[in-house]
């Protein structure tokens, strides 16, 4: 495992003050980061480190497919996507059926929650667990949700989410300095976008 990654990670983990999203983000980074990083999926280093952390989410999971912060015992829907995200990932690189049965239960738990309490990792993570499994509802799912904030009132944006609105929103208070702007949270809602058919806004986000 490259030590880049390691402290990435880690620092992550530290910020976050939560094994479990630095598990997820572990996952995801290095899985999506190997080859940029130079470090070979197939080392035995490399897997094991990942089943390490999967194992780690797996064993935090909530019965309703969700996570906590804390350890409180109540899952956060912030967490439930961009957590899923990191056993979606480790299945794709070990083929172990318990992760993707932990991502199911995480993406049953996201069909069951109202459109205006996603988070945009919900909608990439789904519409990724309808990917690889095949199942439709999944991948509906994400494709609803996202539609909903493009074309609804929500929290975010008063009259549907343009790029200029989801843009004005994560510059605005409490993302304004001396916090910095939430430019983490925008780079999701282009993956979001891209995932669900949304190719304009994705576009105009990038841009």
Known sequence: MSTLTQVRFSKIGVIVAALVAS???FISGSFAHAATLSVSP???GYRTAIVNAADHLLAQQNS???WNWYGTGTSDG???GVTALGLLDAYKLTGKTAYLDGARKAGDNLKSVASDKFFAPDIVFLANLGRVTGDSTYTQKAADV??????????ICT?????????????AAPYTPPNGSDEWSLVWWVEAAKETGQDSLGADLAT
Do not use: E, I, R
């Open 42 to 44: 197939d080392s035995d």
């Open 159 to 171: 009259s549907g989410c343009s790029a200029q609105g989801l843009a004005d929103y994560y510059h």
């Open 146 to 155: 996202m539609s909903f904030y493009v074309g609804s009132a929500n929290h």
């Open 23 to 25: 598990a997820a983000f």
């Open 64 to 66: 309703d497919g969700g």
């Open 78 to 80: 912030n967490l439930t």
